[in-house]
């Protein structure tokens, strides 16, 4: 009878250890808030397929872990993206927190990914301040004074341009890209001839191109967020007849995002930007990378600069991961961070050790008629840009 309870006994116990469930250490879980609704759902979609992509290329398991994604839509609202941020540390109690399409979403975070030592990286929101507010944060995305420094000296030395109009979105990124384009246009012989900033949120372009055209500049520097806005943008810029007026658009870069593009006529030939990623660039990473998007999503589908971010990011969540053997602390995955390089389908790219911001080509890119379809064609490069605004604030 003893041995029969005693068979009984080890029987039960092991059936209670085949219903634990896996150690934690075994799941690495990724708190990922984006947009899935709002404003900017479109960009939320775009990075979440990207994420998707690279995980299905690469498995949902590294380094002896499985990849969790815990995901929250931030609804297109900061206090709720905050609100989310902090129940994926303390209630979710993830190991990694990603995404971030904007600024301020990203700012509010960072306290709290400091006191939880959690690292943070951010996909997309493009202020270069960002990476200062925690050491716990980087960034696989760009620095808008990145791209624009190099948009203003490229618009002075090679553009052939000497008067520029600016017009930005009236919030930090805006404000971070008229600063930087002003910086590099004016220190290379160019005059900013007057300036206008139009609300975050704003559904009519009319009034504030006026005030350009009556000016007459040469160029119009224009910083607009990703979303519905670029397009508006373009065409009030055309139907007001600011073209026909040699005003030449140079836009930041989500004007020139790949899949919006198509969205315009081909009046949008001519325009130029400077950006860290497009579909056209030629290189057997990028080929690779816009197939596999287009066996994905469709053929008519490009990856852009908001999905080369997000696809970059988990490349580096990966990478963490696997150097840590899915065993997670915060100081020792920030030190696997800090010097990071990977051949991304932009080109070469590099966490900085100091900053932990990334470093990265930038492409001057003319936006041309390629095969029926509007691309953003490369004519000129700036190898490995690190972020000029931490370089001008003693930060390396």
Not at 76 to 102: N, P, Y
Not at 254 to 281: C, H, M, W
Not at 299 to 323: C, N, R, S, T
């Amino acid at each position: 009878m003893r041995s029969l309870k005693f068979a009984a006994a080890a029987f039960a116990a092991l059936v209670v250890v085949a219903a634990v469930p896996a150690r934690a250490e075994d799941v690495v879980k990724v708190g990922v808030i984006l947009h899935y609704t709002g404003p900017f759902a479109r960009l939320g979609d775009t990075m979440q397929k990207a994420i998707d992509l690279y995980m299905k290329q690469h498995g949902d398991a590294v380094g002896g872990a499985k990849i969790e994604l815990v995901k929250r839509d931030a609804q297109g609202s900061v206090d709720t993206s905050k609100r989310m941020a902090q129940e994926l540390l303390t209630r979710d109690h993830v190991q990694f927190l990603t995404g971030f399409i904007l600024t301020p979403e990203a700012l509010a975070a960072a306290p709290d990914v400091t006191q939880a030592k959690v690292p943070m990286v951010i996909m997309n929101a493009a202020t270069a301040v960002i990476t200062t507010k925690s050491p716990y944060i980087t960034r696989t995305s760009l620095t808008l004074p990145q791209t624009t420094e190099i948009f203003g000296k490229w618009a002075a030395t090679k553009g052939g341009m000497k008067r520029v109009y600016s017009a930005v979105s009236d919030y930090a990124p805006g404000l971070d890209a008229e600063a930087a384009f002003k910086r590099a246009f004016t220190a290379n012989g160019g005059t900013i001839v007057d300036s206008v900033r139009f609300p975050l949120m704003n559904p009519d372009f009319a009034p504030f191109l006026q005030r350009v055209l009556d000016k007459r500049p040469q160029g119009l520097y224009a910083f607009i967020p990703g979303g519905s806005q670029p397009v508006t943008f373009v065409k009030t810029f055309h139907d007001l007849g600011l073209d026909k007026a040699k005003i030449r658009l140079l836009p930041s870069a989500e004007v020139g995002d790949e899949n919006d593009l198509q969205k315009l006529p081909d009046f949008a030939v001519g325009i130029t930007i400077s950006t860290n990623y497009t579909a056209a660039r030629k290189s057997k990473a990028n080929e690779e990378f816009v197939a596999a998007w287009q066996k994905a999503y469709g053929a008519g589908q490009e990856p852009d600069l908001f999905a080369v971010g997000a696809y970059d990011g988990m490349a580096l969540i990966y990478h963490v991961v696997d150097k840590l053997h899915g065993k997670i602390d915060g100081d020792k995955a920030m030190a696997a961070i800090k010097g990071w390089k990977y051949e991304s389908p932009r080109g070469p790219i590099m966490i900085d050790p100091a900053t932990r911001d990334i470093v990265q080509n930038v492409y001057i890119c003319r936006v041309e008629k390629v095969n029926g379809r509007l691309a953003n064609v490369p004519i000129e490069t700036y190898p490995m840009v690190k972020d000029p605004w931490k370089i001008e604030n003693h930060m390396e």
